[in-house]
């Protein structure tokens, strides 16, 4: 279960490393948003997995996934925007 855990863990964050480039580097809101998506749905993928191995693990997740959950916020109003 730990190596489900750790792969969660590493999708979450690329996509985490992937959305930056795309919105600060193509500046590109609209593939943005659709990454950001991906990567909040991996979160709660990763949350649910960690959860099984650690509830603390997954606890200490859920700020990040309010953070993301804001960010996707901003993300789209920039893209209704533009």
């Known amino acids: 279960m730990w190596k489900i855990g750790i792969a969660a863990f590493f999708v979450q ?3 985490n ?4 480039i795309i919105f600060f ?6 593939w943005a948003l659709v990454d950001i998506v991906l990567l909040w ?3 709660v993928w ?6 099984k191995i650690s509830k603390l693990a ?3 997740l859920v700020p ?3 953070w993301v959950s804001f960010a996707s916020y901003l993300n789209y109003s920039i893209w209704m925007l533009n």
């Open 58 to 60: 997954a606890y200490l």
């Open 46 to 51: 990763t949350i649910a997995v960690f959860y």
């Open 25 to 30: 580097g193509l500046q590109n809101p609209g």
């Open 17 to 20: 490393s992937v959305w930056s």
């Open 41 to 43: 749905l991996a979160i």
């Open 64 to 66: 990040y996934l309010l």
């Open 13 to 15: 964050l690329s996509l």
